[in-house]
């Protein structure tokens, strides 16, 4: 792991998302609440932030982080569901990591749940969106 007892603790945020491409039947069970397992987005929901938790026992050399805050929400763009996940912690490493795997896990949960009705689902991306705190500063990906 690296060493990270002399840096200096500050808050940091990462904000992370994962994309889904989904037939509109699955889109439409998923908006209404029908798909066969029960309502996907709670249940994503909290094994994203299941997940995030257990960040260190999942990624290699990942250091346990007190997470402040974590948070998974979806939003649509057409037939495409952006699972976004942000995480918070005050402490000497960041939290990228955390919501990548929230983001990640909270997405293969929806893909599980709505598989009986689109087994065609596509997770497209993985990505961070956002990071702030550190000496590195704030970084958002480019426009």
């Known amino acids: 792991m690296v060493d990270v007892s002399a840096k200096t603790p500050t808050d940091r945020l990462a904000r ?13 069970a998923l908006q209404q609440a029908t798909v066969p397992k029960g309502d996907a987005f709670v249940t994503a929901q909290i094994a ?6 257990r960040t260190a026992e999942l990624i290699p050399l990942a250091h346990p982080v007190p997470l402040a805050h974590l948070e998974v ?4 763009e057409d037939d495409v569901l952006c699972v976004n996940a942000s995480a918070r912690t005050f402490g000497a490493t ?9 983001a990640t896990i909270a997405a293969l949960t929806v893909y599980d749940m ?3 009705v689109d087994k065609g689902i596509v997770i497209e991306s993985i990505r961070l ?3 702030s705190g550190g000496k590195s500063g ?6």
Do not use: C, N
């Open 129 to 131: 969106l956002e990071k």
């Open 114 to 116: 709505t598989k009986a």
């Open 94 to 102: 960041g939290v990228e990591m955390e919501a990548m795997v929230a």
């Open 16 to 28: 992370a998302q994962a994309r889904l491409r989904m037939s509109s039947s699955a889109r439409q």
């Open 48 to 53: 994203g932030i299941m997940a995030a938790k």
């Open 138 to 143: 704030h970084w958002r990906v480019p426009q």
């Open 73 to 76: 929400t979806f939003a649509w």
